[in-house]
Nanobody
Framework: QVQLVESGGGLVQAGASLRLFCAASGRTFSNYNMGWFRQAPGKDREFVAAINWNGGRTDYAGSLKGRFTISRDNAKNTVYLQMNSLKPEDTAVYSC????????????????????WGQGTQVTVSS
């Protein structure tokens, strides 16, 4: 399995931007579709965005499209999540996940379609 480490979270004010990073190691990064999920306190983990193995296709949760942008750099084994116009309701632990492209459907919005997960990075948006 691929190992994933997120970074870039922090405490920001409403309206600010943050860029999250997810560094992958251990397996061929381009074999995986990648996703970002988030989990707020007391809530279920929810899908945020996904990007296919070569970056040619993206998918977003409807409520986040337009504010969040997912991208990847296979040469750097990294996937990014650019978050703009952050709101207090965006406060959550954000986790990246890897889905074996040859074994799972696209788009992959369910947690069960991902086989590797990072530890997560906390994003807190104050009002």
């Amino acid at each position: 399995q691929v190992q994933l480490v997120e970074s870039g979270g922090g405490l920001v004010q409403a309206g600010a931007s943050l860029r999250l990073f997810c560094a992958a190691s251990g397996r061929t990064f381009s074999n995986y579709n990648m996703g970002w999920f988030r989990q707020a306190p007391g809530k279920d983990r929810e899908f945020v965005a996904a990007i296919n193995w070569n970056g040619g296709r993206t998918d977003y949760a409807g409520s986040l499209k337009g504010r969040f942008t997912i991208s990847r750099d296979n040469a750097k084994n990294t996937v990014y999540l650019q978050m703009n116009s952050l709101k207090p309701e965006d406060t959550a632990v954000y986790s990246c996940a890897a889905s074996t492209a040859s074994r799972n459907p696209w788009p992959a919005r369910r947690t069960g379609e991902y086989n590797s997960w990072g530890q997560g990075t906390q994003v807190t948006v104050s009002s």
